[in-house]
């Protein structure tokens, strides 16, 4: 079976501009789950998608940050505009319906000059 | 607002010796605990986990302990290999399943030969 994929592995954007990761996760899990982990820190929730919808997106920092999940596949993270404070490490995770293990991605490494 | 604490960044154990991992919560409404392993430059990897209805929860090597009225649980290793040197990551999260998790800042384990 395979894993959760994430693309890019690295970004390296400049203040301002555009980014869109990309989040496949196992395939059969419903649960789609991101996450950043900044600088070092604790890994924080940012959203979580049962299917296509979105079940809690409590943890999106503004509205600078969009995410989709169409057809309840795979997922898509976009920055406009991105800022420096948004340099950190994406991870995605999946799981089964009503599952408490999720599986985690390679994470895509983000970095804002 | 920390919810989930790993007062050690980092911790030295010998090989074959025990190591020890310890976690705070301060919600008592966190119901499910988890342990995840994480090596550089890959995503976090489950590793054990234990409901609130139990005090102990033991898989090969690793054994989970939760104290709830203290509000803390431990991962102690025995015994450890080098192959065990990561960043370990206690998560909790709610009852109901397929919930976010909530992460503490990670302990940085070292397996010295």
């Known amino acids: 079976e395979a894993g959760v994929t994430q693309f890019p592995s690295h970004s390296v954007i400049e203040k301002g501009q555009t980014v869109t990761l990309r989040c496949d996760p196992i395939?059969?899990?419903?649960?789609l789950y991101w996450y950043r982990r900044v600088m070092g820190k604790e890994i924080k929730f940012l959203l979580h998608f049962v299917k296509e919808s979105k079940q809690d997106e409590s943890g999106m920092p503004n509205n600078r940050f969009l995410a989709e999940r169409t057809g309840g596949t795979y997922s898509t993270l976009k920055v406009q505009p991105a800022e420096l404070e948004d340099s950190g490490v994406y991870f995605c995770a999946s799981s089964r319906l009503s599952a408490y293990e999720q599986y985690f991605g390679p994470g895509t490494r983000l970095t804002v000059t | 607002d920390q919810q989930v604490k790993q007062n050690s960044p980092s911790l030295s154990v010998q090989e074959g010796r025990i190591s020890i991992l310890n976690c705070d919560y301060t919600n008592s409404m966190f119901d499910y605990f988890l342990w995840y392993k994480k090596y550089p430059a890959e995503g976090p990897t489950f590793l054990i986990s234990i409901s609130s209805i139990k005090d102990k929860n033991e898989d090969g090597r690793f054994t989970v302990f939760l104290n709830k009225s203290a509000k803390h649980l431990s991962l102690h290793i025995v015994p450890s290999q080098p192959g065990d040197s990561a960043v370990y990551f206690c998560a909790a999260t709610y009852i109901q399943g397929a919930q976010k998790l909530v992460f503490g800042q990670g302990t940085r384990l070292t397996i010295n030969p």
């Open positions: 395939s059969g899990h419903d649960n």
